[in-house]
């Protein structure tokens, strides 16, 4: 998938608003032809300035922008041909829908015909066929959101940027659009920069995600290379749950790091550190922890059950263990699966590769 | 679900005694109506007195004409048979003088000299100085011989057709002259000789200079509301303080700066006969005519103006603009056909607010327009405080109340009035 040169291509750039500090800290990322990229961050991270840097609203301080080979940098928005769909959507609200989805063709100085044709097809695209002549406000938060969706796909575009397009909507709907937002731009084959702070939204739909924070890329991966690969403690803490413990390095050897915690020694996987001497963070995801194991695990430890809570496909447990008592388990709901009691002693173990060893 | 679904509908029905139940909630309302009532009593007095009732008094003026009927009610009577040029037989004559010697009350004769004189000039000299020859007059001898002796106007078809025309206690006569327009001797409706035409002109004049003056502060207002949306609230509500600052200020105060800054030798003047512009005999006149107006009532009109269109742009979500220029529209294209649009209910109101303001200005058009600045609530003011023809003002006054409705209307028609936001 990864091509020799991006698609889109952000070169060593740097954004300040102030001339004091810098909201974007060079920022390299190549984007490939049909590619869904995710810029997942929390506010403030940097990453709605980089979307605003591509389409052409925001100027980087330093480094450039490419587009399909062409540096951008001083291409004025109108003439970049990019879509993009915004986050309270920005319809103009004395227009009807279609004259919406008409307004990209009639600057472009299309024809009457072609404009009726495209706008009927963008329409039924997102199935708002029958909505053409309503306005704007007579529709539903997410029919807006389609409409929304057309219009920036309605001129064909080969780049649609996304500025956390599902966030006005309920979570219901939100899953809904998140599938139908895929699989137009993979039908359509379009490349799409989506940004948003919902890691769930980021996981199900990218074909790679950007974790940004503090205006750099913590790290650039598929989904599940970010979920089960984190390479710094910020990426494992902000997407998914996670168990931390901190610690101290004491060996490492045979790709396995001997960590003491609360006085015991966990084994995990090197990952972020330097050697022996180091202070780490460990992070082991809640389902990867089991609870009276069957088999050996290489990490077993004694702990007792604080909270039992139901959710329904599956039950987490908060137990006290090396020291912390908010350690979370989460047992499916499986048939045939343990009953535990609150105050009930556990013994809680995993493997080595599941517990890695970042940065403190 | 299921359980919800078993469960009677009858949730709407109202019981038996529903009438009660209505009943009941009238009484258990009512206090609350008589209190809500009572807030607004004090407001609702004070506009009945100090407003609607001058108001409309006011209006009933302009068609009110009590003065032919009151004092001379037999002879306006006996003038339906009268025809034009020659005047009125020996009778009618005969009836007047009766008439004129009793009146109804000693102020009577007065008041209906003034009245006449309004549509025939010289009649109030004339009733003034038959009434005071009444007693002197041989009632042996034809009365119209003798009347005429005392002054020809007696003769004066022009005259007659007059007291004829104003045999009604109502009378459309101050509208007609209100337009420029007259009765001629056979009672017919024409239009005034040009030289005497001054309302319809004054009219004419008061509306597309108002409109000049409404364009004019849409050109100078629409930059400066956007750039106070635009700015951070702060600087913006800065700014907003010297839009603000001439509210503030006396009316009179900012209108004789005006004359300062403008007459022929005055400080505008001043600076370009120095900066070598224009030479020290050709001093622009900018004051005591219409282009005094236009700019005093630009300047004091302007915030009218640039308020509305300020809390309708403050509303204009910037990502709008955004939204077009990454759809493919330049710059100027998405302000005009994204951004303009969504201004529109300000320009309205702002442009209703200024017009309606603008044509029933007064204080401003008389201090600065001298002689062709003036405008038809000066000629109002005229005939309320100088000639003291009421009617005549009341007419005008009507006439431009509506006109004001009738674009009101028209307003709402085109645009809806509830599209307009005045803040």
């Not at chain 1, 100085?109 to 695209?125: C, T, Y």
């Not at chain 2, 200020?249 to 209108?255: A, E, N």
């Amino acid at each position: 998938m990864a091509q020799h040169e991006g698609f889109v291509r952000f070169d060593d750039v740097q954004k300040s608003y102030d001339g004091e500090t810098l909201v974007v800290k060079s920022l390299n990322l190549d984007i490939a032809r049909g590619e869904f990229l995710t810029m997942l961050g929390p506010s403030g991270s940097g990453k709605t300035t980089c979307l605003m840097m591509l389409a052409g609203f925001e100027t980087a301080t330093h480094g450039e922008i490419y587009l399909d080979g062409r540096q951008i940098n001083d291409v004025a928005p109108h003439k970049r041909d990019i879509g993009m769909v915004f986050q309270n959507y920005a319809l103009f609200p004395h227009m009807t829908v279609a004259e919406n989805l008409a307004f990209p063709l009639e600057v472009r100085g299309k024809g009457k015909a072609e404009i009726g044709d495209r706008v009927k097809r963008g329409l039924d695209m997102v199935q708002l066929g029958a909505f053409g002549n309503r306005r704007p406000a007579q529709l539903s938060g997410g029919q807006q959101q389609r409409v929304a969706l057309a219009r920036a796909l309605v001129f064909e575009p080969h780049l649609v940027l996304m500025d956390e397009p599902l966030g006005a909507l309920d979570k219901q709907l939100r899953e809904t659009m998140q599938y139908e937002i895929k699989h137009i731009a993979n039908n359509l084959g379009i490349t799409v920069v989506y940004v948003t702070h919902d890691q769930t939204e980021a996981l199900t739909m990218s074909d790679r995600i950007a974790v940004f924070n503090d205006g750099r890329v913590q790290q650039l991966a598929s989904p599940d290379q970010l979920y089960e690969a984190p390479v710094n403690a910020f990426v494992a803490q902000f997407i998914g749950e996670n168990n931390r413990f901190s610690g101290k390095v004491k060996r490492v050897e045979n790709n396995t790091a001997e960590v003491e915690v609360a006085g015991h020694l966990i084994r995990a996987l090197p990952v972020n550190i330097d050697g022996a001497g180091d202070t780490t963070t460990l992070s082991l995801r809640p389902e990867r922890a089991h609870i009276n194991p069957t088999e050996p695990l290489p990490n077993l430890f004694e702990g007792r059950v604080q909270e039992l809570i139901y959710h329904g496909d599956h039950i987490r447990a908060r137990v006290a263990v090396l020291g912390t008592d908010d350690f979370i388990v989460k047992m499916p709901n499986a048939h045939g699966h343990d009953h535990l009691q609150q105050g009930d002693d556990v013994r809680l173990g995993w493997h080595v590769d599941d517990c890695r060893a970042l940065d403190a | 679900m299921a359980q919800q679904a078993t469960l009677p509908i009858s949730g709407h029905e109202l019981p038996a005694d529903a009438q009660s139940l209505k009943a009941r909630l009238r009484k258990s309302e009512r206090t609350n109506k008589w209190r809500a009532f009572l807030f607004v009593v004090p407001l609702l007095l004070f506009i009945l007195i100090t407003f609607i009732i001058p108001i409309g008094s006011m209006l009933y003026r302009s068609i009110d004409n009590p003065q032919v009927v009151e004092t001379i009610p037999r002879t306006a009577a006996m003038l339906a048979d009268w025809t034009p040029p020659d005047p009125p037989s020996e009778d009618v004559f005969k009836t007047l003088v009766a008439e004129l010697r009793s009146p109804p009350d000693p102020a009577a004769i007065g008041k209906l000299a003034v009245r006449i004189n309004y549509e025939v000039s010289g009649a109030s000299s004339l009733f003034r100085k038959t009434e005071r020859r009444l007693k002197r007059l041989d009632d042996a001898a034809p009365y119209r011989e003798q009347l005429i002796k005392i002054d020809k106007d007696w003769a004066d078809p022009e005259l007659w057709a007059a007291i004829k025309s104003l045999d009604s206690p109502l009378t459309g006569s101050y509208f007609l002259a209100a337009t420029d327009m007259t009765r001629n001797v056979n009672g017919e409706i024409e239009m005034q000789p040009g030289s005497r035409q001054i309302y319809l002109t004054l009219f004419w004049r008061t509306f597309w200079l108002s409109g000049f003056i409404t364009l004019m502060t849409l050109l100078l207002g629409f930059p400066i509301a956007h750039l106070l949306a635009i700015l951070p609230l702060r600087t913006g509500n800065l700014l907003m303080i010297l839009v603000l600052l001439p509210f503030w200020t006396s009316l009179l105060v900012r209108t004789t700066s005006w004359i300062v800054l403008l007459q022929t030798n005055g400080v505008l003047n001043d600076l370009l006969v120095w900066l070598g512009i224009i030479s020290n005999d050709n001093r622009i006149r900018m004051i005591y005519n219409k282009a005094g107006t236009v700019i005093a009532m630009t300047h004091i009109l302007l915030p009218f103006m640039i308020l509305p269109l300020y809390s309708v742009m403050r509303t204009i979500k910037p990502t709008y603009m955004r939204a077009a220029r990454s759809l493919g529209a330049t710059q100027w294209t998405a302000f005009w056909r994204v951004y303009v649009p969504q201004t529109l209910p300000g320009v309205g109101a702002g442009a209703i607010l200024v017009f309606i303001l603008a044509i029933g200005y007064y204080i401003t058009p008389a201090l600065v327009g001298g002689q062709d600045g003036q405008l038809i609530s000066n000629m109002i003011a005229y005939h309320m405080q100088t000639s003291l023809n009421w009617g005549l003002a009341a007419a005008l006054g009507s006439l431009l109340l509506g006109a004001v409705l009738v674009l009101y209307f028209v307003y709402n028609r085109l645009v809806g009035i509830e599209n307009m936001k005045l803040g």
